[in-house]
């Protein structure tokens, strides 16, 4: 089973795929690889070797663009992947001071200044 990279972008309501995604590596994320089965440690061990390690005290939250969940089912033997894109979004600030961190200009032509906005 498969699906076509066209057919999973027009089922999506809002898609962001931009180049810089792909710059850097996903966040890998490996669930239920806990089992002392000799080819389960062996996969998880090549699903880490896949990816390079992440220092999470020197990591920068801002190129962390996608993240890579692999999860296993033990009853099944089955795994299932999903492919996440991961925004960095502030949070606990005023509407106005969201948009000026996102690199958005809103429309200022009603207020008297700044400090309104903020």
């Known amino acids: 089973q498969y699906s076509l990279i066209k057919d999973v972008v027009s089922s999506l309501k ?4 931009h180049e810089q995604q792909f710059t850097h590596h996903p ?11 000799i080819q389960v440690k062996l996969m998880a ?4 070797n896949m990816f390079p390690s992440i220092n999470v005290h020197r990591v920068n939250l801002n190129n962390i663009k996608r993240c890579l969940l692999i999860s296993y089912d033990a009853q099944t033997q089955l795994l299932h992947f999903r ?10 600030v005023s509407k106005g001071l969201k948009k000026l961190l996102q ?16």
């Open 83 to 92: 492919h996440y894109s991961v925004k960095v979004v502030p949070v606990g």
């Open 103 to 118: 690199e958005k200009f809103p429309n200022m032509s009603r207020l008297e200044d700044i400090s309104e906005l903020l």
């Open 27 to 37: 966040l890998l994320v490996l669930s239920n690889f806990g089992f002392q089965q």
């Open 45 to 48: 061990t090549m699903f880490q």
């Open 14 to 17: 809002r898609h962001r795929m």
